[in-house]
């Protein structure tokens, strides 16, 4: 414990000689360096201790003119701002002599930065307007240990701050009682899915219309408008003359056969005992062999609409014609009452086969280069617990409509009814699989202040690390910038974190 505690208190003081050195030339360096923090000739060294329990050191800087800290010593200060105001973060640091402004390029001064879990920050300044300018970023938030060091007159000063924000300190203990995980931000592929709404429709090769086939008068409705069906159901009934008569012929073909075969066998065997001649046996031949076809059409003429040629023989009224589902499905559509005389070409019912429907996807033009014919797609309802998977069949090749968009088709089974056409759904789709650097879990991702953060893990204490994020798919995400491979952060019950945070008051102080 005691070697930890002194680590960063050797690497503060390392820091602050190379920043020396760098500052000052060996030709010109000044023989008066005075501490300023502890008034005596020594390296100043920041109390590594106290800035972990988030006090601060023991030189405690005033307020200066520009609401900055003001670093004095004898007759001259510095006074370090943040400057935020339409630009990113930087120090602008103002200098005095005897509380009075002098020009920046009287003085040269450098500044060390360190935080929790990162490598120190060197800060180089050059002299703009009336001030000195940092030539990096202050990056949130602005939790950190600054180690100054100015010449100025031939004479070196060297001070020391620390500033604590968005940093709470919590137990392993507490971490298990409030139910926080940690995890280590690492390589990983991130699968960004592509969420896109639809609209579950009938399958278009599946829905058929069902029209007599023959004129007649409707006696009897049997089936109507959002029924289930199965195949060779009885739909309606109509009489049709029509019908009549092709029973008729069918009946009137038969009786002929009969008797022509009746013929041919008794001229055969009359020309075979030699009592007639051959000419009569060949025309009763030819008389049977016509009576045959004759049947075999009027058979098939009552095939090609649906009739059994048996249904001639039932005894029942010869007009009457049963219309019949010719698939199983749902009747989307009647146009057929009681007693209407209908043609043979009218739709009378539309039915369409529902064990398989199209989810119908809206693809906006973006889009249309992730969305790809054989892609897999997971469908969900948006107002019922259904979800399934299906196939994109079919990507439209026109771009209309008021969105200006194009349609994707993913084939469904829906054997078991649920799902039905009209809800509306949502279809996810894998874009495309990328190997990204650095990737956290997205339920760590919390807002604090105006951004994304996740509470990095450092000892004992949390502090919110602002990430610039990519790409995502749900689980993971990239992270671009604000946390390092290997880094560990607070996930699961991360909320915890914030309001601990929320608690302690966290402060936005530069």
Same mark, same amino acid.
């Given at each position: 414990m005691e070697k930890t505690r002194?680590?960063? &208190?050797?690497?503060?003081?390392?820091?602050?000689?190379?920043?020396?050195?760098?500052?000052?030339?060996?030709? *010109?360096?000044?023989?008066?360096?005075?501490?300023?923090?502890?008034?005596k000739e020594a390296p100043f060294v920041i109390d590594s201790a106290l800035q972990e329990r988030g006090?601060?050191?023991?030189?405690?800087?005033?307020?200066?003119?520009?609401?900055?800290?003001l670093f004095t010593a004898d007759d001259f200060s510095v006074e370090v701002t943040i400057f935020e105001k339409g630009v990113a973060p930087q120090f602008r640091l103002y200098l005095y002599h005897k509380g009075k402004l002098i020009p920046p390029t009287e003085a *040269?001064?450098?500044?060390?930065?360190?935080?929790?879990?990162?490598?120190?920050?060197?800060?180089?300044?050059?002299?703009?307007s009336d001030y000195l300018i940092g030539d990096q970023e202050v990056e949130e938030p602005h939790s950190f240990d600054l180690a100054i060091v100015a010449e100025w007159n031939g004479s070196t000063f060297r001070w020391g701050y620390s500033q604590v924000e968005a940093r709470v300190e919590m137990s392993d203990e507490t971490l298990k009682s409030s139910g926080v995980q940690i995890a280590t931000a690492i390589p990983a592929i991130i699968k960004p899915t592509l969420r896109l709404p639809g609209e579950i429709i009938f399958n278009e090769h599946t829905i058929l219309q069902v029209v007599p086939r023959m004129p007649g008068?409707?006696?009897?409705?049997?089936?109507?408008?959002?029924?289930?069906?199965?195949?060779?159901?009885?739909? $309606?009934?109509?009489?049709?003359?029509?019908?009549?008569?092709?029973?008729?012929?069918?009946?009137?073909?038969?009786?002929?056969?009969?008797?022509?075969?009746?013929?041919?066998?008794?001229?055969?065997?009359?020309?075979?005992e030699k009592i007639t001649a051959k000419q009569e046996y060949l025309t009763a031949q030819q008389q049977w062999d016509e009576a045959?076809?004759?049947?075999?059409?009027?058979?098939?003429?009552?095939?090609?609409?649906?009739?059994?040629?048996?249904s001639a023989h039932s005894g029942k009224n010869l007009s009457r014609y049963e219309i019949r589902a010719p698939i199983p499905g749902i009747i989307t559509a009647k146009a057929?009452?009681?007693?209407?005389?209908?043609?043979?070409?009218?739709? &009378?019912?539309?039915i369409a086969d529902v064990s398989t429907v199209w989810a119908a996807i809206t693809v906006y033009p973006k889009d249309l280069n992730v969305v790809k014919v054989g892609q897999q797609a997971a469908i969900k309802a948006t107002a019922f617990d259904v979800e399934g998977e299906g196939?994109?069949?079919?990507?439209?090749?026109?771009?209309?409509?008021?969105?200006? $968009?194009?349609?994707?088709?993913?084939?469904l089974d829906n054997h078991d009814g649920r799902w039905r056409p009209g809800m509306f759904v949502t279809a996810e789709l894998v874009a495309e699989e990328i190997q990204v650097p650095v990737a956290v879990?997205?339920?760590?991702?919390?807002?604090?202040?105006?951004?994304?953060?996740?509470?990095?893990?450092?000892?004992?204490?949390?502090?919110?690390?602002?990430l610039e994020l990519g790409r995502s798919d749900g689980t993971m995400v990239e992270v671009l910038k604000g946390l390092s491979a290997g880094e560990k952060y607070a996930t699961g019950n991360s909320f915890a974190i914030k309001a601990e945070l929320g608690k302690a008051g966290a402060t936005h102080d530069h």
């Open positions: 002194w680590a960063p &208190i050797i690497t503060v003081i390392i820091i602050g000689i190379i920043v020396g050195i760098i500052i000052l030339t060996p030709a *010109n360096r000044p023989s008066d360096v005075r501490d300023v923090a502890s008034d006090g601060s050191d023991r030189y405690q800087p005033a307020q200066g003119p520009r609401g900055g800290k *040269n001064v450098g500044i060390t930065l360190t935080r929790l879990g990162a490598p120190a920050q060197l800060f180089r300044f050059t002299p703009e008068m409707v006696i009897a409705v049997e089936r109507h408008h959002g029924q289930h069906v199965q195949k060779g159901e009885i739909l $309606a009934i109509i009489e049709s003359p029509m019908l009549a008569d092709l029973r008729s012929q069918y009946l009137i073909a038969r009786k002929r056969l009969a008797l022509a075969q009746t013929t041919y066998e008794r001229e055969k065997q009359l020309w075979e045959s076809i004759a049947l075999e059409l009027a058979s098939e003429r009552l095939l090609a609409l649906g009739v059994s040629p048996e057929i009452v009681l007693g209407e005389a209908v043609k043979e070409d009218k739709a &009378i019912f539309t196939t994109v069949t079919y990507v439209t090749t026109l771009i209309g409509g008021p969105t200006r $968009a194009a349609t994707a088709r993913v084939e879990l997205v339920e760590a991702i919390q807002t604090f202040r105006d951004w994304s953060v996740v509470f990095g893990r450092y000892g004992n204490y949390f502090e919110a690390r602002p």
